[in-house]
Each structure stands twice: as structure tokens, then as C-alpha cells.
């Protein structure tokens, strides 16, 4: 295949959210790798750190942040599978958590620089756009080189945290985790989710833990964007 097509490809099916996973198939060490790196590397305002990162393979603990894929803890989304988002339930998630702008301000100079937010002169200089573009752009990369490896992708931020804090707290996972996502850098936060779909299934058919299909998505019209063309 071309690199033409390659990147055709990726850019079409990373624009995507798949909603099933083939479980039998993970994604490989070196690729996780990879992945981790493009998460790393990509561009930020002045080469800011504006997000922490929480790479996971572990089964269980995506599960877990699946479990908790709901804005509501009521009777209707706290229990039925056809509102959590099954593209959190895959083999591999990176998060992106960060704190807000807001937050940052109201920590001293001193302390914004500690935690990464600082650019190369050592100065704080990035509000809300700069910490939410660098975010999209990191993600949106990691989704993209993802594709070109040939896996699916998804995105998903719509996590009653709280209800996560609270059952991550009565896990036997590290404190260096724990911690992560106690903190309030964990407010804010996007996740991409990535693995080989369910070959037998379409992509918007989401399944639950039972591994059965519970609801089926429609397929996202193409985007109207108005778009320029200077020559």
C-alpha cells in the first residue's frame, strides 16, 4: 500500500469511534510504545507538559473506567450497558488528565512550574485553549498513528469520575495510580481507546460486559466543514 493510502485510510478510520473490541487480539508491546511516544512528543504551546498521561493495557482497570462511562449515577444510566460507552472497554486506553486553567492560576509560580507547566524560558504561559488544543492535537495524533498501525480507535470524557475515584480507592492498584487520579488533574480529561474491532460485528454495534450487543450507533454523517483552497 502507498503512503498515499495509508494516510487516506488512517485519517478515515480514525475519524471513527469504534464501539467493540477483539479481545483475543491486544495491542502489541511495541506499538503501546510507540503510541506512548506520539502522546509524548506531540507539539504544545512553547513545549508546555499541560496534561499528565495514564497508559493502560490492563483489562481490568479499563474495565472499570468503562463501568463508570456515565454523566449520572441515577437507576437509568447507572444500570443499563446501552448508555456507557463500550469504546472505553478495549484493550488499550491512553488518558489525558489535566488540570484546568482556573486551577492554575490559583497555584503559585513555583508550583505550576513543578508539575511541568512551563514553557522553555521557565515561565507559566498557557490558559484554557492552549491546555485544551495541546490535548486534542496529542490525541488526535496518538488516533491517527494508531490507524496507521492498523487498529481502531475511539474517544471517550464522558466519565462519572467521582464514581471512578470511588471504587479505584477500594482497588489493590499502586498509589502512584491512585494518586494520579485522585488528584484534581484528573477533572479534566479525554481518553483514546484502541484495538482490532470485532470482525463479525459493524463498528457502531456496542456490546456489553456479556459480550453481547446491546445497542448499535448510527454511522456519523460526513462532516459539512467550509473549507478554502488558496493555490
Not at 15 to 35: A, C, M, Y
Not at 36 to 49: F, L
Request: hydrophobic letters at 35%; glycine letters at 6%; aromatic letters at 8%.
Amino acid at each position: 500500500m502507498s503512503n498515499e493510502s495509508i494516510v487516506k485510510n488512517a485519517s478515515k478510520s480514525s475519524g471513527h469511534t469504534q464501539r467493540n473490541w477483539d479481545f483475543s487480539k491486544p495491542v502489541l508491546p511495541e506499538h503501546i510504545d510507540i503510541l506512548k511516544d506520539v502522546a509524548i512528543q506531540a507539539c504544545s504551546k512553547q513545549g508546555i507538559a499541560p496534561y499528565s498521561l495514564c497508559v493502560s493495557s490492563d483489562l481490568k482497570f479499563n474495565e472499570l473506567l468503562y463501568t463508570c462511562s456515565t454523566d449520572s449515577g441515577d437507576s437509568i444510566y447507572g444500570q443499563t450497558d446501552l448508555v456507557r460507552n463500550s469504546q472505553l472497554n478495549a484493550p488499550l486506553i491512553l488518558a489525558f488528565l489535566t488540570y484546568s486553567e482556573h486551577q492554575l492560576m490559583d497555584m503559585d509560580k513555583e508550583e505550576r512550574i513543578a508539575l511541568g507547566y512551563k514553557d522553555r524560558f521557565g515561565e507559566m504561559d498557557c490558559n484554557q485553549t492552549d491546555i485544551d488544543f495541546s490535548v486534542g492535537i496529542a490525541a488526535g495524533s496518538v488516533a491517527f498513528a494508531a490507524a496507521t498501525l492498523g487498529y481502531k480507535t475511539g474517544f471517550c470524557s464522558c466519565i462519572n469520575i467521582d464514581m471512578f475515584r470511588e471504587k479505584l480507592a477500594h482497588t489493590d492498584y499502586s498509589k502512584e495510580v491512585k494518586d494520579m487520579w485522585q488528584s484534581k488533574i484528573a477533572d479534566d480529561f479525554l481518553v483514546v481507546c484502541i484495538g482490532n474491532p470485532k470482525e463479525e460485528l459493524k463498528r457502531g454495534q456496542v456490546v456489553n460486559k456479556e459480550d453481547k450487543v446491546v445497542a448499535i450507533i448510527p454511522p456519523v454523517v460526513q462532516k459539512d466543514i467550509p473549507t478554502i483552497v488558496l493555490k
